[in-house]
């Protein structure tokens, strides 16, 4: 089955540093590779999704890239603010089979 | 307001005693999914839904039992609970139309002791 891994398991950075955190999956066959935010205490939000035709997306200062070839895609958070500070998922799914990485957890440091 | 409903939100239980937690949308979507959120692992889908009646096993299915006989609910049922599924549960739903995007509800923390 597929397998996602996530890393690091810990990023801090400087307000205003952009952050990157990286992912590999293992099923040729996903296409579709969301990213979710989780605040403390709170449910998974999404923030920012791919599909596997797609190789860039952008969305303000979040932004998310796919290499289908080596089978891993990138989350990117530039102008980070405290209120970046969360743990962040990414996830690959083929249809409704949906497999998390194990999380990142960001620090924001103002 | 569109949301997604769990209950209980907290539970605290002995082990071998049936329970059951309750997931309900009120958006219309067609998926439905469990997952069960433990340190240092993540989410794991415990199973999903594609429609009423149709039920497909996640990576981590065993000790659970699910159904869908209406659109809007999805319960997760636990018919000899242990202690190793004390954990965080999350349900969600999604649209077919719009694509893959899940709305998760507000989670289940269920203790068994």
């Known amino acids: 089955g597929e397998n996602v891994e996530q890393h690091p398991s810990t990023l801090s950075v400087q307000e205003g540093d952009s952050a990157v955190i990286k992912c590999t999956y293992s099923?040729?066959?996903?296409?579709?590779f969301p990213w979710y935010k989780q605040e403390l205490g709170k449910r998974p939000q999404l923030i920012i999704d791919?599909?596997?035709?797609?190789g860039e997306k952008k969305d303000q200062r979040i932004a998310v890239t796919l290499n289908k070839t080596a089978k891993h895609f990138s989350l990117h958070i530039t102008e980070t603010q405290p209120e970046d500070s969360a743990v962040y998922f990414c996830?690959?799914?083929?249809?409704?089979?949906?497999?998390f990485g194990p999380g990142t957890r960001l620090s924001v440091l103002p | 307001e569109a949301q997604v409903t769990q209950n209980p939100r907290y539970l605290i239980t002995v082990t071998g005693k049936k329970l059951t937690v309750t997931c309900s949308q009120n958006?219309?979507?067609?998926?439905m999914s469990w997952y069960r959120q433990d340190p240092g692992l993540g989410l794991r889908q415990i199973y999903y839904?594609?429609?009423?009646?149709?039920?497909d096993k996640g990576d981590v299915p065993e000790g659970y039992k699910v159904s869908r006989k209406e659109k809007r609910n999805f319960p997760l049922i636990l018919e000899s609970p242990s202690p190793n599924q004390t954990s965080l549960y999350f349900c969600?739903?999604?649209?077919?139309?719009?694509?893959?995007?899940?709305?998760f509800g507000p989670g289940t923390r269920l203790t068994v002791t």
């Open positions: 969600a739903s999604s649209p077919r139309e719009a694509g893959l995007e899940q709305y």
């Open positions: 099923d040729s066959a996903s296409n579709y």
């Open positions: 791919i599909r596997s035709n797609v």
């Open positions: 996830a690959a799914s083929r249809g409704q089979n949906f497999v």
């Open positions: 958006m219309n979507h067609e998926y």
């Open positions: 839904s594609m429609n009423v009646e149709v039920t």
